[in-house]
Every structure is written in C-alpha cells, then in structure tokens.
C-alpha cells in the first residue's frame, strides 16, 4: 500500500479492539490514526464538524477536512458515520472488527458508557462545567447514541446498550451484516485484533512489522479515571463549598474583602487542576500515538 492520505476506514464498533487496531496501523501506515481519543482530547477544532454530522449535514469536503491529516480512522464516531467516509474516500480499505457479542455488549456497559454516565451526572457534570470540559462529554454523549438506520430498537449505541444483552447482542450482529452488504468484499476484512498481523499485513498488502502486535486495553484506565473524576467532583462542587461555609460560620467571618480572598483562592485551585487534568490528557493523547 503506497497511497498518501487517508487509506484504511474502521467500521468496527467501540470495544472491538480498536485502541491495539490504531496501535497496529499507526506501525503499518506510518502516520497518526482517527479516534474516539482524538475527539475527547485532541481535536476541539473538529467538534463543530462531528456536530454538522451528527444533524446529518456533513459533507463530502466536511469528511475531508476531519481525515486530512490521517492516514486511516477506526473506533467510533468514525465507524458509526463509515456509509458517508466511504463515499468521501471510495478507495479506502476498510477493516471491520469483530469480537464475541456478549462480551461487546458487558464491555461497553462496564467501561465507556459507565464512565459517561458518571461525567455527565451531578457532581461531575458541575466541576466539568467550572473547568470549561463538559462540552466534549456532550458533544460524547450525542456522538454516542446517534441512531442508525439499521438499529433494532431506533436507539443509539449507549441507549441500546442500557436496554440489555438481547438488544445489545442484536444491534452489534444487525452492524456487522450492514457493513457486509454496503462494503464490497474486496475492500472488506473482517477480524479480530487476536488474529494478529497476519490477515491485516496481507489484505493491506504490507510486509508484517519485526515487532508484536499491540495489545492496548484501557479497560482498567477508564475506571480508574472515572473513579478519580468523581472524588475530584465531590471535593470541589461539595467538600470544599462545605468546609469554607462551617470555617466562615465557626469564625463568624463577616468581611468580604476575606471572602473575595476565599473566592479567588477557589478559582485558583480550579484553575490549576484544570491545567493538570489538560497535561494529563494531552499525555493520554500522546501515549496512544
């Protein structure tokens, strides 16, 4: 595979195993590699775009302009919109990842819509919101229960997912055949990240890389943020609120020269977590490069 630009389409469902598969093509294709990561910490630029899309107005030259600094896009919002990228770039190889349903559907309700749900609920959606973040968890939300034309239940992703494993099960099987029908087969590989180099080297028509294959489950990362995002949004939208009021009505604290001092003090620490927590994002963003 000798093309420049953007050459290989995911149309594969988040937790299929698309973190190891843009490791993996990162390797292959020599360049950086569309993802879910790229929205949330990456590209705040393409975020009226993913809106554009999301009304079903993105164009042609709007897909274009996402992908033009990309070699090829997996995970989703990528392969939710993967009719419309396809027709942007007819020539694009695409990849659809597959994995055993039930195991998909406990994924995706254990990990990445858990996490949401706990971002956009009190007190993380307050604290998101004083650090100026909670735009892309809606903008995540939004992208993440966007309905297709094929699902079972004219839910999206998220809201079929909360349903249960039956409508779940249906969904990511009612996706795989879709993209078998809309994909002509010769542009299509459907695979597993364990299979390995092997069928990805051969039907990119690459030499296999002197190094193994990627294995990036971020599984545990995704709790675990998730956890310290709520004990950070109860410390500062309730325990800190709470120990300035009792310290002001213990010390009969009346002036308010103080508590413009308490306030700015307050907006301080805001501002400094929230430049920690944009270092520790854009390092996220980096390591997964």
């Given at each position: 595979?000798?093309?420049?630009?953007?050459?290989?389409?995911?149309?594969?469902?988040?937790?299929?195993?698309?973190?190891?598969?843009?490791?993996?093509?990162?390797?292959?294709?020599?360049?950086?590699?569309?993802?879910?990561?790229?929205?949330?910490?990456?590209?705040?630029?393409?975020?009226?775009?993913?809106?554009?899309?999301?009304?079903?107005?993105?164009?042609?030259?709007?897909?274009r302009t996402i992908?033009?600094?990309?070699?090829?896009?997996?995970?989703?919002?990528?392969?939710?919109?993967?009719?419309?990228?396809?027709?942007?770039?007819?020539?694009?190889?695409?990849?659809?990842?597959?994995?055993?349903?039930?195991?998909?559907?406990?994924?995706?309700?254990?990990?990445?819509?858990?996490?949401?749900?706990?971002?956009?609920?009190?007190?993380?959606?307050?604290?998101?919101?004083?650090?100026?973040?909670?735009?892309?968890?809606?903008?995540?939300?939004?992208?993440?229960?966007?309905?297709?034309?094929?699902?079972?239940?004219?839910?999206?992703?998220?809201?079929?997912?909360?349903?249960?494993?039956?409508?779940?099960?249906?969904?990511?099987?009612?996706?795989?055949?879709?993209?078998?029908?809309?994909?002509?087969?010769e542009n299509l590989?459907?695979?597993?990240?364990?299979?390995?180099?092997?069928?990805?080297?051969?039907?990119?028509?690459?030499?296999?890389?002197?190094?193994?294959?990627?294995?990036?489950?971020?599984t545990s990362e995704?709790?675990?943020?998730?956890?310290?995002?709520?004990?950070?949004?109860?410390?500062?939208?309730?325990?800190?609120?709470?120990?300035?009021?009792?310290?002001?009505?213990?010390?009969?604290?009346?002036?308010?020269?103080?508590?413009?001092?308490?306030?700015?003090?307050?907006?301080?620490?805001?501002?400094?977590?929230?430049?920690?927590?944009?270092?520790?994002?854009?390092?996220?963003?980096?390591?997964?490069?």
């Amino acid at each position: 595979m000798e093309e420049e630009g953007f050459v290989v389409l995911g149309a594969g469902l988040p937790r299929t195993g698309t973190l190891s598969t843009r490791a993996a093509l990162k390797i292959l294709l020599k360049g950086d590699i569309y993802h879910m990561a790229t929205v949330m910490h990456e590209r705040p630029d393409h975020h009226p775009l993913w809106r554009k899309a999301i009304a079903g107005k993105a164009s042609d030259a709007d897909w274009r302009t996402i992908l033009a600094d990309y070699r090829g896009g997996v995970d989703y919002p990528v392969s939710f919109f993967y009719k419309e990228i396809y027709k942007a770039y007819p020539n694009a190889k695409v990849i659809l990842n597959v994995r055993d349903p039930k195991k998909w559907h406990q994924s995706v309700n254990n990990s990445i819509r858990k996490a949401h749900g706990t971002a956009a609920s009190w007190p993380c959606s307050w604290f998101l919101r004083f650090i100026g973040k909670y735009s892309s968890v809606s903008l995540v939300g939004q992208l993440s229960d966007v309905a297709p034309q094929n699902s079972p239940t004219g839910l999206g992703l998220f809201s079929t997912v909360g349903k249960g494993e039956k409508e779940a099960v249906e969904y990511f099987n009612r996706h795989v055949e879709e993209v078998k029908s809309v994909i002509p087969a010769e542009n299509l590989l459907v695979w597993e990240v364990k299979q390995g180099w092997g069928p990805l080297c051969q039907f990119l028509n690459l030499p296999v890389p002197d190094v193994p294959f990627p294995n990036v489950n971020d599984t545990s990362e995704i709790e675990n943020g998730r956890k310290s995002l709520l004990k950070i949004s109860y410390l500062f939208v309730l325990g800190i609120p709470a120990a300035i009021g009792a310290v002001s009505w213990y010390m009969n604290i009346r002036e308010p020269a103080t508590y413009m001092g308490i306030g700015a003090g307050y907006l301080l620490s805001l501002g400094f977590v929230k430049s920690m927590i944009d270092g520790f994002l854009l390092q996220a963003g980096q390591s997964k490069k």
